[in-house]
Each structure stands twice: as C-alpha cells, then as structure tokens.
C-alpha cells in the first residue's frame, strides 16, 4: 500500500556512469516533483510535473532529464555522473489542483554515491 | 536574506520540556507555510499547515507573522519520539515553488 515509491533505495556508481532513477505514486495525484537533498541536508526541488508536463525546471545541470510516462510516474535520468551528484533524491507527488495549500507526499528516497 | 532561514540546531531539550522555533522567509508575497517533519534517513512528512489565525495539532501549536515574515512552531510536553529535524516550507510565488529551509535538528533527552 505504499503511497510514493522509488526504486532503486541505494546507487552506488562510477563517475560518468547513466543512471536512472524510477518513482511511482497509486495516489492518483496529477503532480509529481524530483527534489535533491545534498550532504547538507538541504531539501531542493530539481523539477516539477503536473499531468505529464514540466511545470517547474529550476537550475539544474542538463545532464538531468526528467521523463514522465504518465502521470503516476516521474523518473530521472542523469547522464555522465560527477562526483557532487552524491546525494539523496526525493520523488514526492501532490494533489497538484488545491494551489499553493498542497500537501506534498515524499516517497523513501534514493541514496546516490558516485565513487 | 535567505529566501526560507531556520536556526540549524541541534536543540537538546529535556523530555516534558516546551521548545519553540521559528522560520523567517524573505518573499513578502509568499502564499502558504508549513512545517515538515523529517526522521534520521527517512523522507520529510508534513506535520501541520500553518494558517493566518494561527494553528493548534494536540501538543504542536504553528503561528504565521506576515508583517515581521516568520512562522513558528511550539511543542509542548515534548516525548522522545519528538526527536526529528524541523523543516519549515514556504510556497512562493505563482510558479508555485515550494522552498525548503535547512531544517532544525531537535534532540529530545530522557
């Protein structure tokens, strides 16, 4: 019954590898986000999409591409790793109908080191 | 100014104690606040909107100062399972970015 999943849990990988990170939600929300948090701690949304389109593309390297299939999966690419690409990422999904009052649903996150 | 600041901790409070924290933004047109709470390795969780009059959950209390730019969270008779890091979030403008603080870590001590 898991609401917001994400596979894989752990990456471990080479610089300049491709990975691909998947994210799936059953809650029937129409948008669903991409967020990095580094070693720091700090939360930051990468991307956002709402029924399949990009709604929000922040400052990112466009080695990140974000791909969405349909709107209860958002997954991430990310070509050439560097070695700051180390982080955890979040998916998270939300209504994406209730304005700037929307409850965000975080899925487990992914654990990426690049060695 | 940041655009969401929070005093990064760590608070090390006695169990049964009241701990307070606050969260100041810099956009004076920032739409709607909340407080996110995240475990040791876990994902953020939303713990409570913090609404214009203010916000009571049980033991957790969130107030909203527009004109100062600060919201902030009091726990009372704080428990062990309190223990967490504090993430205040604000929604910005009309693109709808949500903007996460740094969090405050919170210690709970038996």
């Known amino acids: 019954d898991t609401a917001v999943s994400q596979t894989p849990k752990y990456l471990v990988t080479q610089m300049g590898n491709d990975k691909s990170i998947k994210c799936e939600q059953n809650?029937?929300?129409?948008?669903m986000y991409w967020y990095k948090q580094d070693s720091k701690k700090f939360l930051k949304i990468m991307f956002s999409?709402?029924?399949?389109?990009?709604?929000i593309n922040e400052t990112v390297p466009n080695r990140f591409s974000p791909k969405s299939p349909d709107k209860a999966h958002l997954n991430l690419h990310i070509n050439s790793l560097e070695l700051g690409d180390s982080a955890v990422y979040f998916c998270a999904s939300s209504h994406g109908n209730r304005g700037p009052w929307e409850t965000q649903y975080f899925g487990p996150g992914t654990r990426l080191l690049v060695l | 100014r940041k655009e969401v600041e929070q005093d990064p901790g760590p608070f090390n409070v006695p169990e049964g104690a009241t701990v307070a924290f606050n969260c100041t933004y810099s956009?004076?047109?920032?739409?709607?606040f909340f407080w996110y709470r995240q475990d040791c390795r876990k994902e953020p969780k939303l713990l409570m909107s913090v609404y214009s009059s203010g916000n009571e959950d049980g033991r957790f209390t969130a107030q909203l100062n527009r004109a100062s730019q600060y919201i902030s969270l009091l726990i009372r008779d704080s428990k062990l399972s309190d223990s967490a890091t504090y993430l205040c979030?604000?929604?910005?403008?009309?693109?709808?970015?949500?903007?996460f603080g740094k969090g405050t870590r919170l210690h709970i001590l038996p």
């Open positions: 809650l029937g929300h129409d948008t």
């Open positions: 979030v604000v929604n910005g403008n009309r693109d709808d970015k949500i903007i």
């Open positions: 999409y709402n029924n399949k389109e990009l709604i």
């Open positions: 956009n004076s047109a920032s739409q709607s």
